[in-house]
């Protein structure tokens, strides 16, 4: 699947590495000097996919999924009476209706294009939070390209869990020095400042910011401590990374920064009150980013993600549901619902980590990459019924009926104080 063509340059020998205007030769790392006398042709012996042109779709991208059913069905419907009862916009409607005349998967989604080059350096690339999920399957995709153009960093907080990653790598085959396995803890500037000295290339030319934690449960049931942690990973550790890499890529005027995302950065979610706190701030610092790479010749995307199937549950800060002795009796039964609810969005609507890896894919070899990708679309409704609607109320009246209408003969039957928590709720990712 990673195949490619090379950009061809036509530059006079000795000539600085060029940047063609269209992004089809784009050298990371090397000094941005535009060009138009720049074509695309096959690299000899290589097989593969052939180039593709830029997506010139809406810069809100998404990947076809399967069909709408179950919980996506309820979701369907709550959008449609909103707008139907005249609480939507016109723009909400049109949104809505948009949904069911997509474009076919393969206009939605274009095959990846990976990043061409006028020289024969590796694209350097160092991705933060490996040891499992969609880290540990985009780095292993990436180290195994079979034309062998990536180097691949990939960074744990702890090197006693590298061993699910040194068997991905194994089964994948990826070829001697194409991964390379460091320590990087984002809570620790040193540590982050050491990986970043170990690079040896001296350059990273793609940085994926991937390291994160969950948290679930009521509000109350998290101790301070517990929501200072998550907020020192997914917000402040990210600062920290961008800190340490972005200098470098906007003196050499090239370079591109991918960001895990969350729904949940795009959407409160009950329950969800402090991770999405944590990916809401992530959005904002992101996009204002976008706005001024560019500048520089860096570029920065965010991966969009709902539920994948990873060990993201298993490392809930705090376990999952928190300390629910200290919430009231009637917000523990609440917090059973959701998790009946959670399990079975999780069910119908979880994505393998490899299918978010294609996502990943796709953003890394745009030639004009767009801020926002989505790993899937199904809850791209939901969060047009936000936007559309500035007093939110429409978002909130939808999203409690998804999650809680269904279930209120339950909850009336099991009486008040009552709380039987399953299996751990299904969170965006």
């Not at 990939?154 to 590298?162: G, K, M, Y």
């Not at 009521?218 to 920290?240: C, K, Q, Y």
């Not at 409704?381 to 609607?389: N, Q, S």
Request: charged content about 15%; proline content about 9%; glycine content about 10%.
């Amino acid at each position: 699947m990673f195949p490619g063509s090379f950009g061809n340059c036509h530059s006079p020998p000795h000539a600085p590495a060029k940047i063609c205007p269209q992004g089809v030769g784009e050298v990371l790392g090397a000094p941005r000097v535009p060009t138009r006398n720049c074509t695309a042709v096959p690299a000899a012996g290589n097989s593969g996919i052939p180039l593709q042109p830029p997506h010139s779709g809406p810069e809100l991208q998404s990947c076809p999924q399967r069909g709408w059913g179950g919980v996506g069905a309820r979701l369907g419907l709550e959008i449609a009476l909103q707008t139907q009862q005249g609480v939507g916009s016109p723009q909400a409607r049109g949104g809505a209706k948009s949904l069911k005349s997509c474009p076919p998967p393969h206009r939605l989604c274009p095959p990846p294009v990976l990043l061409s080059r006028c020289t024969m350096d590796h694209t350097v690339v160092l991705i933060t939070g490996c040891s499992s999920g969609i880290g540990l399957h985009l780095a292993v995709r990436l180290a195994a390209d079979p034309s062998q153009r990536f180097k691949v960093y990939a960074t744990l907080r702890d090197l006693s869990a590298q061993g699910p990653l040194l068997e991905a790598a194994q089964a994948r085959g990826c070829p001697p020095g194409s991964l390379e396995i460091l320590q990087l803890d984002v809570r620790d500037s040193d540590s982050v400042a050491a990986a970043r000295a170990h690079v040896t290339e001296g350059r990273v030319d793609v940085l994926v910011c991937n390291a994160g934690r969950g948290v679930l449960g009521p509000l109350e049931a998290h101790s301070v401590d517990t929501v200072a942690s998550i907020l020192d990973v997914n917000v402040v550790g990210m600062v920290r990374t961008l800190q340490a890499f972005l200098p470098d890529m906007k003196r050499r005027g090239s370079g591109r920064v991918l960001v895990t995302g969350s729904m949940g950065g795009l959407m409160g979610l009950p329950f969800n009150d402090v991770y999405c706190a944590s990916k809401f701030a992530i959005e904002g610092l992101c996009e204002s980013l976008a706005v001024l790479l560019p500048h520089f010749g860096v570029h920065l995307s965010l991966i969009e993600c709902g539920p994948v199937h990873t060990a993201f549950l298993e490392k809930l800060e705090g376990g999952p549901g928190g300390s629910l002795e200290r919430a009231d009796a009637q917000t523990r039964q609440l917090y059973s619902l959701y998790e009946r609810h959670s399990q079975e969005v999780f069910r119908e609507m979880g994505q393998d980590p490899e299918e978010v890896t294609e996502v990943f894919l796709t953003a890394l070899s745009a030639p004009e990459p767009a801020l926002r990708y989505f790993s899937t679309n199904r809850f791209l409704p939901l969060t047009r019924l936000r936007l559309d609607d500035p007093s939110g109320d429409n978002y909130v009246a939808a999203m409690h009926r998804v999650v809680f209408a269904d279930q209120c003969a339950w909850s009336m039957a099991q009486g008040p104080g009552r709380h039987e928590p399953g299996a751990a709720a299904a969170i965006p990712q």
